[in-house]
């Protein structure tokens, strides 16, 4: 019987894949029996170099591979919140930390769909593109939970405009046999604060933060044939708390 969720044969590009989901990502696609390529501007011994931000690299990295499949746009900034920081506050942010935002995690998601939904039009490839958004992206967030800091205002707002791009892409290439979603992933437990996992933890029906590999089976899916009527959707993972 056909595997509709197997990515046998199927190249997927990941973008800042030396992050921590970035390599989640490159594990469901292995274990889903693709290949899956990793690129950051940070060099781990794994990852292709690649900046979202530079139109050049990006074109000079495609340029490289004979074939892709499957673009997911992963790379971001999303400074950790562990020492308090008063140019954090919307009052004090400056308008160079919102522009540095705005060209990688916006910008740079505009620009990788641009060069890679070329190549599969070029190529006649039947594409997808999923783009990495946030429940930060369909929620404000709660600066109640953050102790004595507090979240910046770019990481929400260039969330939310990918999922805006997500839906501009799915309408724009729907008839050139492109799919474009966005997944929305809630916060990861990586050893925060205790103080930090509890209150964020209240605020999710299921009572805790997402483990890492969660959202590799979402990947897949997404990926694969199984989503093959899925198109400009965004998926939401966060354990329920932007149902509250």
Same mark, same amino acid.
């Given at each position: ?16 894949? !030396?992050?921590?989901?970035? +390599? ?12 899956? *390529? ?7 011994? +794994? ?11 990006? #074109? ?18 999303? =400074? ?38 070329? +190549? @599969? *039009? ?10 990495? !958004? ?6 404000? =967030? ?14 929400? %707002? ?17 008839? +050139?046999?492109?799919? %474009? ?16 996992? #509890? ?6 029906? @299921? ?14 899916? @997404? ?12 998926? *939401? ?8």
């Amino acid at each position: 019987m056909f595997n509709k969720f197997s990515l046998k044969d199927k190249v997927v590009v990941i973008t800042g894949g !030396a992050g921590l989901l970035g +390599k989640m990502h490159a594990e469901a696609v292995t274990e889903a029996d693709g290949t899956a *390529i990793l690129t950051d501007i940070v060099d781990d011994g +794994k990852c292709h170099y690649m900046d979202v931000t530079d139109k050049k690299s990006i #074109e000079n990295f495609v340029n490289s591979l004979d074939r892709v499949d499957v673009l997911i746009n992963n790379a971001a900034l999303n =400074p950790k919140m562990s020492t308090k920081d008063e140019t954090n506050r919307f009052e004090d942010f400056s308008l160079d930390k919102w522009n540095k935002s705005l060209q990688v995690n916006l910008t740079g998601t505009f620009l990788c769909s641009q060069v890679f939904i070329n +190549k @599969m *039009i070029n190529d006649e490839t039947k594409g997808v593109v999923i783009n990495v !958004a946030s429940d930060l992206g369909v929620i404000a =967030p709660n600066q109640t939970i953050y102790e004595d800091d507090v979240k910046p205002v770019d990481y929400s %707002v260039t969330k939310h405009g990918i999922i805006g791009l997500t839906k501009y892409l799915s309408t724009y290439f729907a008839d +050139k046999n492109i799919r %474009v979603n966005s997944i929305s992933p809630g916060g990861v437990y990586t050893n925060q604060s205790d103080n930090f996992v #509890e209150r964020l933890s209240k605020l999710i029906p @299921m009572g805790r933060m997402a483990k890492a590999d969660e959202y590799k089976g979402a990947i897949i899916f @997404m990926c694969s044939d199984a989503s093959s009527y899925m198109n400009g959707h965004n998926l *939401i993972l966060d354990g329920g708390r932007t149902i509250w």
